[in-house]
């Protein structure tokens, strides 16, 4: 047996190849267009926080802080945690960057790496990519509706179709607390029925046994009260305007009552965006999130209602990939290749190669290879529809011969003006 040790990724994490960031980068722009046209503005806060930022937040009893959460003592003894989602270190820093005294509500979104220990299977990975949208200091139901609607707008400006929006509203701390105990009550006579992890949650948060995925728990849950019939006056009337918003923005939603989500801060408005797939590859969810109006003040912020979401990125990538979602042909294929051939015409070439740079212009080159037969061929390969080629005459003369791959016409092009006249026809 080799017994020689291979230096392999971690379980649950992974790298994401030089040819797969073409996805990454795709969904990095629709985010990006999306959350600029919507007003959001960027925040980036630390990896590394201190972990009440989360065991406060996210809540203790929750599974991302109980189980799943890489938290250590640093050298000088603090308790941090690697960052298992976003929320709870933006409402920190919105506390403490004094964000109440800007317009309200303070509209940010961030993308990045989250961690948390989970058990490895598909479509869960221990280092996994999310995308955030948070919307501070609003109550209103709109912006639920907005929060819903850029999820659902940056998955569809990502080419996924069949995408089915699951919404329940869990209430606020009262209106909640009260169906707790109605819940406990009817769960409590079925207990031995229930799988261990919900005989836990019965005592520590009896929602969470609504979302479970045992077979045992989803049939001792159908005969379950339901929380949208115990809802405050106030939390009804959120959300129907949520739900009217939905209808007029024409979203395709479904109200599902056993959505809860794991997080201890939700209030409120809960959703995920799930894709109902043909191949029947589905990964879970997409995005989730909701509204935490608690959230702020739990951290020592003032009273401040907000509402988010959070996509998984490599859900997302996966799914793209597997549907060979073409990357933007704009960004990817440079329409020029740069030939050279000879020691002068390649030191110029490299000159050459930085003015089209500095002019925004792709071009495509392969300096490694000599022979003109080679780089044509690549050329070919690429598809590019023009080729420059800078031979030994052409650098002692300096001029440069362009050929159209197209009709196989060849013309001669003064050194100092072939960046101005390959710029105009790339244009055309
Ligand atoms: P959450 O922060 O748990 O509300 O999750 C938001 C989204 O992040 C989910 O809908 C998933 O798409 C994604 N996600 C959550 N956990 C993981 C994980 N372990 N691996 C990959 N994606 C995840």
Redesign the pocket.
Known sequence: MDKKLRLQTLTGMRDILPQEQVYFKKVQKSVESITNYYDFKRIDTPILESAEVFSKGTGATTDIVQKEMYSFRTKGGDLVALRP?FTPGIARSYIENGMYNMPQPVKLWTLGPCF?Y?RPQA????Q?L?FDIEAIGDRSASIDGQIIQMSYDILKDLSFKNLNIEVNSIGDQECRSHFKKILTNYFKSRKSSLCSDCQRRLKENPLRILDCKEEKCQRIRSGAPQIIDHLCEACHAHFKQVLEFLDELELPYVLNPYLV???DYYTKTVF?IVEKSETGAIQ??????GRYDGLLKVLGGRDTPACGA???I??IMNLMKLREVKPDKKDEKPMIFLAQLGQLAKRKSLKLFEEFRASKIPVAESFSKDSLRSQLNSANKMGVKWVLIFGQKEALENFITLRNMETGVQEEIKLDKVVEEMKAKVKS
Not at 123 to 126: D, E, L, Q, V
Not at 284 to 289: D, R, S
Request: no cysteine; glycine share 30%; aromatic share 4%.
């Open positions: 989602e948390r989970e479509g869960r990975y221990r996994l999310q989500r794991g997080l995920e879970g969810a997409l995005v989730g999130g959070a996509g998984g490599d859900r």
